[in-house]
């Protein structure tokens, strides 16, 4: 069936079976492979995006369920070529070794902010209960995330 | 991982949904948040050739105080009960619990209705509504009726919902200034509970446990315990009788029993028991 949604504020459609979940529509039908795959399974948080300004892990939306839904991917984030702040306090703290996390890491704690903008370590780390970073960087991450938090409230 | 093909409709409104469902019978499974039937599509532990997706029927997002009652839409998400001020006000135990289901993800999507349809013994929240003695409101094509939450689960993922009903509210009592509290044991963030208790205080007390048995459960012997005076110690000791946990990866049998009576003893401590 056709689906109709905004991504990183574009009107896209394309055809999905009902079965085609999100992530895999906004790989392979619209080439936005910033959003990584990982556990398949709704735990890693390697696949997490913003349906409609909240995050979500889309390996566990169907495309149809996003139907004139406003999504933000990785590749919205940056507006002008100037990073997001989020993705600078990453690049600053060294929030990622090999990367496959960050994405997600990214959208959960954008999303984390806008509803608890001046966190504490540990809502940080409660935050990010639903992504896990198999290198284990959690440190860097946390100390990025707080960073962030600290400029917006500057 | 890819779920087996089905048909897909969006549910314009509850009529709409229960004629789907009257239509398709046990072939059809109701979609709201998708983080519990999803999962099980994908691993082919369900199969539902049709899916009616009420995830649209924001009018059954809501959050009201009515009285002695609190009265939640199925369909309001654990994201907007964790972030209640009505219920952090009127009803904290569910506000509580909602925010330990999962992740922050996980909330955004999944919705009290759906935990509750979904019947699982290891969920959080069908164990806090037992505690408090809730119902479920559910529209069927014969009109809407009214079910005990301790009525509601009949089995392991198994309801009193017929296959052409659906939860459309459930209805709590409201604790203003009631003693709630609750314990989750489990190994790895974001993880189910191996054992929880879920317990509130309000003139009486409830205790529901997680994953004692194919049901949630509600801890008749400890609250009969409480009633006839006993201290949290003595009345946690009878956390386990009646139960039929299972053994698992996690936990053995004497182990989730033990699990029971150690965390309704801190629950119960809690309330000052």
Known sequence: MQVKMTVNGQDVSGEAEPRTLLVYFIREQLGLTGTNVGCDTSSCGACTVHLDGQSVKSCTVLAVQAEGCQITTIEGMAQGGEMHPMQRAFHENHGLQCGYCTPGMVMAATSLLEENPNPTEEEVRLGLEGNLCRCTGYHNIVKSVLAAAEGASE | ?273
């Open chain 2, 1 to 273: 991982m890819i779920p087996v093909a089905f048909e897909y409709v969006r549910a314009e409104s509850v009529d709409h949904a229960l004629e789907q469902l009257s239509e398709h019978g046990d072939e059809a499974k109701l979609l709201a948040g998708g983080h519990s039937l999803l999962p099980m599509m994908k691993l082919r532990l369900a199969v539902p050739s049709v899916l009616v997706d009420v995830g649209r029927l924001n009018d059954l997002s809501y959050i009201r105080h009515e009285g002695d009652t609190v009265k939640i839409g199925a369909l309001t998400t654990h994201h907007l009960v964790e972030t209640s001020e009505l219920l952090a006000e009127y009803c904290p135990l569910i506000k509580g619990v909602a925010a330990e289901v999962g992740d922050p993800q996980v909330r955004h999507r999944g919705t009290l209705g759906g935990t509750l349809a979904h019947a699982d013994p290891a969920s959080d929240l069908p164990a806090a509504v037992l505690a408090l003695g809730g119902t479920m409101v559910v529209a069927g094509p014969k009109g809407r009726r009214r079910i005990a939450a301790t009525d509601f689960f009949t089995g392991y993922y198994e309801s009193a919902l017929a296959p052409d009903e659906m939860i459309v509210e459930i209805e709590l009592p409201a604790t203003p200034g009631g003693k709630w509290s609750f314990k989750k044991f489990n190994r790895r963030a974001q993880d189910w509970a191996i054992v929880a208790v879920a317990a509130v205080h309000n003139g009486t007390t409830g205790v529901g446990l997680v994953n004692m048995g194919a049901t949630p459960l509600r801890a008749t012997a400890v609250e009969e315990a409480i009633a006839a005076g006993a201290n949290a110690k003595d009345a946690a000791a009878q956390a386990a009788q009646g139960t039929s946990p299972t053994e698992d990866l996690n936990a053995t049998v004497e182990y989730r029993a033990h699990l029971a009576r150690v965390l309704t003893e801190r629950a119960l401590t809690d309330l000052q028991i």
